[in-house]
């Protein structure tokens, strides 16, 4: 399986490259076709969407590695997401500006179930196992 100038990948949390589709990491992947798949399911608005999400949580994790408030930085960007959208109500706010905002929410909450936070007991491990795709 080629892993360089692979469209259908991303690097973890731990700059590991990981196949879009399988979570498994590139050079485990064994998904067929998976750069023509992935053009056809990232196509759509929920895709679109994803992809957005997907990109967030990169840059997320390189700003914040540490996991210690995530669940604060969630509710934050929650209320920010209501914010956006009553300032579009009046005119303050593009469409696009109100989607990025329900993108980080939506990356912060893939990060909390992903990886947790410590303040909480929540332990991802007893939903994924030891063998976590994200981990
Ligand atoms: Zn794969």
Redesign the pocket.
């Given at each position: 399986m080629e892993t360089e100038g692979r469209e259908c990948a991303y690097h973890d949390h731990q700059r590991r490259l990981r196949?879009t589709?399988?979570g498994?990491f590139v050079v485990q992947?064994?998904?067929e076709d998976?750069e023509h798949n992935a053009h056809h399911r990232l196509w759509g608005d929920d895709g679109k969407m994803i992809r957005a999400i997907r990109g967030e949580i990169g840059q997320h994790r390189e700003a914040f590695p540490n996991t210690h408030y995530l669940m604060a930085g969630l509710v934050e960007a929650t209320g920010d997401l209501m914010k956006s959208l009553i300032q579009q109500q009046i005119g303050n706010r593009q469409p696009a500006e109100v989607f990025h905002e329900a993108v980080k929410v939506a990356a912060l909450a893939v990060r909390m179930g992903t990886e947790g936070d410590p303040d909480f007991p929540y332990e991802p491990y007893a939903v994924f196992g030891e063998e976590s795709s994200s981990t």
């Open positions: 196949c589709e399988c498994l992947c064994q998904c998976v």
